[in-house]
């Protein structure tokens, strides 16, 4: 029996990349919204602490998605790395400062420690909006002549990966907003729930704006959502949406700790999902697809034993460390 290696592995690196973004995704909203949060209160500490547990471990997935499009797509990495070489680094900056403000934080004097939030804040924002700025840069399409960028430096700044970048940051919002609800008590719930409410009305009116525009860019877009077989995604999608949003909504109303929380990441799958559609079969858009992205079939077949072991192992960690960690968190740092 054959498989399909190279579709197999996109499909793991789409799972690679969707980890990433549904667990780092909630603690750099927490560090968006930290200038949010009024400084004498207390309520920081609870919030850094709420991710304190978990969020290198978030990160493993990045280094998954990333290596494995080095090692297995190298094509489509010589590709995307030139095309995006600013955002990507910037993102990188983002979270290098935020990793090194979460380490000095607590090691700071009171004077200095408000430079330390604002690090963590400034880096949240950075590496959030850098990160939507390369999907709007994708989905735009990158110009590609014998198998290598053909484009300018500056090709992946327009309006639109303005907009997937800005989406993205309330979109993370959303995310840290609903993970404080589902960790926190008091008041810095409160204001969490009142976030909650405020960034998921944000992030549902992007969604419809980027869900207009996108099939402006290319026509295949269009094709592919309103044309054939796929029509039923382009019907079946808005309706789970609509039904993930009324979850979030009325969870908050009726506060609910959880429900918000899996709403929201509900949401974000959702979208993941339209995107997957729009891109297959295409690695890097509009010209090169899986297969032709794709290393030699050896390369494959090695690769794929290491990732079969690894890749359960990491997952087996992460449900691990947010099953130590479950709970509310207070003021002290524990978990009750």
Same mark, same amino acid.
């Given at each position: 029996m054959e498989f399909d290696l190279p579709l197999i592995w996109a499909a793991i690196i789409a799972f690679a990349i969707l980890a990433y973004v549904s667990l780092d995704g909630f603690d750099l909203g927490v560090g968006i919204l930290f200038p949010l949060v009024p400084e004498k209160s207390g309520h920081r500490d609870v919030m850094m602490n709420s991710v304190a547990p978990i969020?290198?471990?978030n990160e493993?997935?990045?280094?998954?998605?990333?290596?494995g499009l080095l090692a297995v797509f190298p094509l489509a990495y010589a590709v995307v790395l030139p095309a995006l070489y600013l955002p990507i680094i910037a993102m990188l900056l983002g979270l290098i400062f935020r990793g090194v403000a979460f380490e000095f934080r607590w090691r700071a004097s009171a004077r200095n420690r408000v430079w330390w939030d604002r690090s963590f804040a400034f880096g949240s924002l950075l590496a959030t909006f850098a990160q939507g700025v390369c999907?709007?840069?994708?989905? !735009?399409?990158?110009?590609?002549?014998?198998?290598?960028?053909?484009?300018?430096?500056?090709?992946?700044?327009?309006?639109?990966?303005?907009?997937?970048?800005?989406?993205?940051?309330?979109?993370?919002?959303?995310?840290?907003?609903?993970?404080?609800?589902?960790?926190?008590?008091?008041?810095? !719930?409160?204001l969490a729930r009142k976030f909650a409410m405020v960034s998921g009305v944000g992030t549902l009116a992007l969604i419809g704006i980027v869900s207009i525009a996108t099939p402006f860019l290319d026509a295949e877009y269009h094709h592919r959502w309103f044309e054939g077989g796929n029509l039923v995604f382009s019907i079946v999608v808005p309706v789970l949406l609509a039904i993930c949003a009324a979850v979030?909504?009325?969870g908050l109303k009726r506060h609910h700790d959880i429900r918000p929380f899996f709403a929201a990441h509900g949401i974000f799958l959702l979208c993941y999902i339209g995107i997957g559609i729009s891109f297959y079969p295409r690695m890097v858009p509009p010209d090169i697809t899986i297969w032709a992205a794709a290393a030699p079939e050896k390369s494959l077949h090695f690769l794929i034993v290491g990732t079969v072991v690894l890749v359960p192992i990491?997952?087996?960690?992460?449900?691990?460390?947010?099953?130590?960690f479950r709970g509310k968190v207070d003021k002290s740092g524990g978990y009750h």
């Open positions: 969020w290198d471990g493993t997935w990045l280094v998954l998605g990333g290596g999907l709007g840069a994708l989905i !735009q399409g990158i110009e590609v002549v014998d198998r290598s960028y053909a484009g300018g430096c500056l090709d992946w700044l327009s309006p639109f990966s303005i907009l997937t970048g800005a989406s993205l940051v309330v979109g993370y919002v959303l995310l840290g907003a609903t993970w404080l609800v589902m960790k926190t008590e008091g008041e810095l !719930q409160g979030l909504f009325l990491i997952l087996a960690y992460t449900i691990y460390s947010y099953w130590v």
